[in-house]
């Protein structure tokens, strides 16, 4: 689960902001080269559903992370499998956040993440294709992607386990692999320079807005992409409260976003299944997502090394 709680309402200066980014440049979008293959991540997300249910300390689920692994080293990721124990309203789980590094001019690190775990049913037969599939299959195909180019940052490609909450979602049972990484890299003095956080991107019926607590600049450089590439019926403006993988770097003083696409009617039901993802909602967001990349990364060379906001 990851809705902790929602505000149609929420967010109006955000909003503001959003609204007086610019003009829409729909008709003048720069020719679309293919960056990001979408049915490259759909194939991924397709393996990750075939384990079945991928609950975190499962055996599928170490399943899973095995796979990541291997198709992050296949396209040359430093690949840290991260383990650590988890207190649970089901006891103490053994979990893991796995972390493709890809090493970039500077080692000041941009973080893109999501969970890889499925949420954990006593009745239901979860497979999560959106829910913890499609983040899987997306940071896969972007790994390849951004392990292609030069790159003057760090990217750390963060597959996060235990998102869901075992029961009840709350502060201590919630965001497991986050709340982890995030307290460890902040004791450590090692945060990233930014978070990204994808999660339900897959759903064929894209509608993702923003998130009204994340960071405003960093969500209104990946709107104004979208808007670069004519993708407004799927970026939407109307902001809403998510609390997801990107918040315990927010509270660590992280710049960070999230890109969730909330409307979604199969959510936590047997229904979430491969039917509902399509490659092409994952190749749009993507596009939207690399193409963002070279003004974020402006912006935090702007800002200097020691500035988190
Ligand atoms: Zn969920």
Redesign the pocket.
């Known amino acids: 689960?990851?809705l902790a709680w929602r505000r149609r309402a929420a967010g109006a200066a955000l909003l503001a902001a959003l609204a007086s980014a610019g003009p829409v440049a729909a008709a003048a979008a720069e020719p679309r080269a293919v960056v990001f293959d979408g049915a490259a991540a759909l194939r991924h997300v397709e393996r990750l559903v075939a384990i079945g249910p991928r609950p975190a300390g499962s055996p599928a689920s170490g399943q899973a992370r095995k796979y990541i692994a291997e198709e992050l080293r296949r396209v040359g990721a430093r690949v840290e499998v991260q383990s650590f124990d988890a207190e649970t309203p089901h006891g103490r789980l053994a979990m893991a956040n796995v972390v493709g590094v890809l090493p970039g001019r500077r080692a000041e690190a941009i973080l893109i993440g999501g969970?890889y775990d499925?949420?954990w049913f006593r009745d239901v037969r979860f497979v999560?294709a959106n829910?913890?599939g499609s983040s899987g299959g997306f940071l896969l195909e972007l790994a390849r992607r951004l392990a292609a180019g030069p790159r003057e940052y760090t990217y750390w490609i963060v597959f996060f386990d235990g998102?869901?909450a075992r029961e009840t979602w709350t502060a201590r049972d919630s965001l497991y692999g986050s709340r982890r990484m995030a307290g460890e890299l902040q004791r450590t003095n090692r945060l990233p320079r930014a978070v990204i956080v994808v999660?339900?991107i897959g759903d064929r019926h894209l509608n993702i807005r923003p998130e009204a607590l994340s960071t405003a600049w960093l969500t209104e450089a990946i709107w104004a992409s979208a808007r670069r590439l004519g993708y407004q019926a799927h970026f939407l403006p109307d902001p809403q409260v998510v609390e997801d993988d990107h918040a315990p770097f927010l509270r660590a003083g992280v710049p960070a976003t999230l890109l969730i696409d909330f409307d979604y009617p199969p959510?936590?039901t047997a229904d979430d299944t491969l039917d509902q993802v399509s490659a092409r909602s994952l190749q749009i967001v993507g596009e939207v997502l690399l193409q963002a990349l070279p003004a974020i990364e402006e912006r935090l060379g702007a800002s200097g090394g020691g500035t988190r906001r």
């Open positions: 689960m990851t969970h499925t949420k999560g829910d913890g998102e869901e999660d339900m959510w936590h």
